[in-house]
């Protein structure tokens, strides 16, 4: 008799086993899996440029690979899309076409003369303004903007770095 109530118990211990394996789970019963946001850069194309090199344009480009691991604090990917620099009024019907749900615009701004420090610096080293709108995709709303100085020619600097946190840190707000 002892032997058959192990057996009992021990098929029961089975039953119940593989009745909670096969029991269905709801979507809200398992994890929250990260979803992917995706992010559109484009350069303002400035009218008296032609062509961009690369098509992108350098900023664009620039905060991509800035960009292009980050993940949000909830594990999300940046789907992150670059497309050609544009003009102004070509700008918002590339975004609704691919989706976006939010759009890193840059803007360069060159100093007319050429003294954005308000003081005279050595070996004629230009400094210049990048600007850059954080916006939604969908509703046009600004959530984030800045700006940072860039130099072009022998010295180089730019503010990818900085965007790049000040864009995560927004983006991390409305996720």
Known sequence: MHRRTQASLRLLTLFVFLAFAFVPTSDLALPLKPK?????????????????????????TGMYLQLFRARLNDGSKLKIIVFPASGESAILPEVRRLNCSWVLQLRYQQQADD?????????????????????????????KSGSGVVSV?????????TFGKQVLRALNHQH
């Open 153 to 161: 020619g022998v010295t180089l600097l730019t503010p990818y770095a």
């Open 36 to 60: 992917n946001v995706s992010l559109c850069i484009v350069d303002t194309k400035l009218p008296q440029v032609n062509l961009y090199d690369p098509p992108a344009g350098p900023f664009a």
């Open 115 to 143: 003294d954005v420090f308000s003081q005279t610096y050595p070996r004629r080293t230009r400094f210049d303004t990048l600007l850059y709108s954080l916006w939604n995709g969908s509703t046009r709303e600004v959530i």
